[in-house]
């Protein structure tokens, strides 16, 4: 996929833009909430945009395309005049954008210049399924932002790898329960889009080879609601710190099933290399709690 041809916003204009490329389940929801509470900080109502992803779809777990007409579709067969719940519902709106995002570039941006205030600083897409859209995705990532001229800064969470796959299993089984995912853990490690997600070191490695390392935060699960961790946030953000309401948690998984020993042994095996990676490239800043 080649550089994009895009029009220029004249709103966003001297803006950064924030994109969490994940990882799941570590706490991209919070952040949301949090940066969204921050005044100089514009979120779209979307929280995951899928923007990239739906570009890049390799490793995806769905149809984001579909995802987005069937958003839509709830918003227009709701009761009452839909043109009257377009102008008073935000995430309405925003769901109508999302669907033009699929035939029209332009769209993406178009979709936060509405949204920029005379208080917009900072502008943020916090997807985490753009992880996992590789070396081509972050190319493209890359070329589409500098087609702006907007200054761009991506955000990456990790979460100690044996917690965060089995937090993704519960989740999966959460939203799908016929599936049975978690207890069919056996099944779900041998698949290639479960594990592109679980593989931090392909991710910070194409993001270390496509990005300059001042424009990169790399953050962890354990740290990330202490102030330090949430102040390095804000300066990377460009905007001013305020305390976050670090006791409340965002779509927690409310599937609630201990980890079998089994699956925990497997699991350990499976990611050894990835513990390994992050405390040769991380070092001390590695979370002590982590399991290996």
């Known amino acids: 996929m080649g550089s994009p041809s895009l029009r220029t916003y004249e709103e966003l204009e001297g803006k950064t833009f924030l994109v969490c490329v994940g990882a799941m389940k570590s706490a991209t929801s919070w952040i949301y909430h949090y940066l969204a509470s921050l005044p100089d900080i514009t979120v779209s109502p979307l929280k995951e945009v899928h923007f990239f992803n739906a570009r890049f779809p390799a490793n995806a777990l769905g149809d984001m395309q579909e995802v987005a007409l069937r958003r839509l579709r709830f918003h227009l067969e709701r009761e009452g005049n839909p043109t009257a719940n377009l102008r008073a519902s935000p995430a309405f709106r925003a769901s109508v954008d999302a669907v033009q995002m699929i035939y029209d570039d332009d769209a ?48 990456y969470v990790m979460r100690d790898p044996v917690e965060r796959l089995w937090s993704h299993l519960r989740h999966l089984q959460e939203v799908n329960p ?15 889009q479960i594990c592109a997600r679980a593989d931090y070191r392909g991710t910070v490695w194409d993001l270390d080879a496509t990005f300059p390392p001042e424009d ?26 305020r305390p976050g309401e670090t006791g409340e948690a965002r779509n927690r998984t409310r599937v609630e099933i201990d980890l079998p020993q089994e699956a925990r042994e497997a699991f350990l095996h499976l990611l050894a290399p990835q513990y390994a990676f992050c405390r040769e490239r991380f070092g001390d800043l590695v979370p002590a709690s982590w399991a290996a």
């Open 216 to 241: 990169i935060l790399y953050l962890f699960y354990e740290d990330l609601f202490h102030e330090t961790a949430l102040q390095s946030l804000c300066r990377f953000a460009g905007v001013a710190y």
């Open 108 to 155: 993406y941006f178009g979709h936060f210049a509405r949204l920029c205030t005379p208080e917009t600083r900072t502008l943020c897409d916090i997807t985490p399924a753009y992880a996992v859209i590789g070396p081509a995705g972050f190319d493209y990532i890359k070329a589409f932002f500098a087609a702006q001229g907007v200054t761009l800064r991506l955000l």
């Open 178 to 192: 016929d599936g049975n995912v978690a207890m069919r853990w056996k099944e779900a490690i041998q698949s290639p």
